[in-house]
């Protein structure tokens, strides 16, 4: 346990910091799953759950709350499936 005032407070903001960061990674990967769950379905749907799980993933690493790079990765993986979904019906027939 800290002993100064100074070491007190700054475990108070640690902890509060730390319970923020963890609900934003959380929304970010639940945004994520719902993009990959609606890869299944229609087009359309997947193309808006792909521009709400980007928004996340760029207000999350504006926040620094995860690395931009890793945000960046994320996106390219997800414009890569959506772009594999695209694609998909076309070659078809």
Request: aromatic share 2%.
């Amino acid at each position: 346990m800290p002993h100064t005032r100074s070491a007190k407070k700054n475990l108070r903001k640690s902890e509060k910091r730390r319970l923020h960061n963890r609900t934003v990674k959380k929304g970010m990967k639940a945004e994520i799953k719902r993009f990959t769950a609606a890869l299944e379905g229609p087009i359309e749907e997947a193309q808006k759950q792909f521009s709400l799980a980007c928004k996340k993933l760029d207000k999350a690493a504006a926040k620094r709350v995860v690395h931009p790079n890793l945000a960046a990765r994320k996106k390219s993986q997800l414009a890569r499936a959506l772009h594999a979904k695209q694609a998909a019906p076309k070659a078809a027939p």
